[in-house]
């Protein structure tokens, strides 16, 4: 399918959402991140709940990523634009990207997270839960690498920290066979879904 015509954030964008298969959702399918549970994206999905409620660290990271994706621009010297992005292959997985090259096929990933995970970056240390995601990304696009691009400001000449990650088929096989099985688990349209509007 490729890009989607979708604005991230809108009201169609969360919709969109709820019938695929994410690169933030895999993370919580494959059991690697701490803040969310099968069980309860299984009900985000079905519209049983609502989806996790914007706090002080997302927020703060949804107002520095533009200054961040600019600065990446710089870096590379290419522009990365935030897209949509539907696998040609499956389609029920997706990725909403921060950043997106199509001439270099190249995608960027952003994060402005708190210090010491920002600092371990120069260790090359990612979080396993950012690493599925950026392994979803690289799968759904085809993308031949991804720049995880850390900024946090606050650490004046360590603000930025850049990591190249390459697709890895293995795990990606892992997480397409895990990302399947959820998926059929939400049997879509199967019953009159709780409308909980969020």
Known sequence: MGII??????SQWLEYRLSKIMATDISVINLSNPFNTEQDLWEQKQLIRPGPTMNAAMQRGHDLEPIARELACKEFG???????????KYDWAAASLDGYCKDNNIILEIKCPKEKTHLQTFDQIIP???????????????????????????????????IEIIPDVETQEILISKGWEFYQSLA??????????Y
């Open 5 to 10: 015509n979708l604005e991230q954030g809108s």
């Open 78 to 88: 290419i522009i990365f634009e935030p897209v949509v992005y539907e696998s040609d």
């Open 128 to 162: 396993m839960y950012y690493q599925d995601q950026m392994q979803w990304q690289l799968m759904v696009t085809q993308a031949k690498r991804c720049y995880y691009f850390s900024y946090r400001p606050e650490c004046q000449n360590k603000s930025i920290s850049i």
């Open 188 to 197: 879509f349209f199967s019953y009159p879904k709780n409308k909980y509007l």
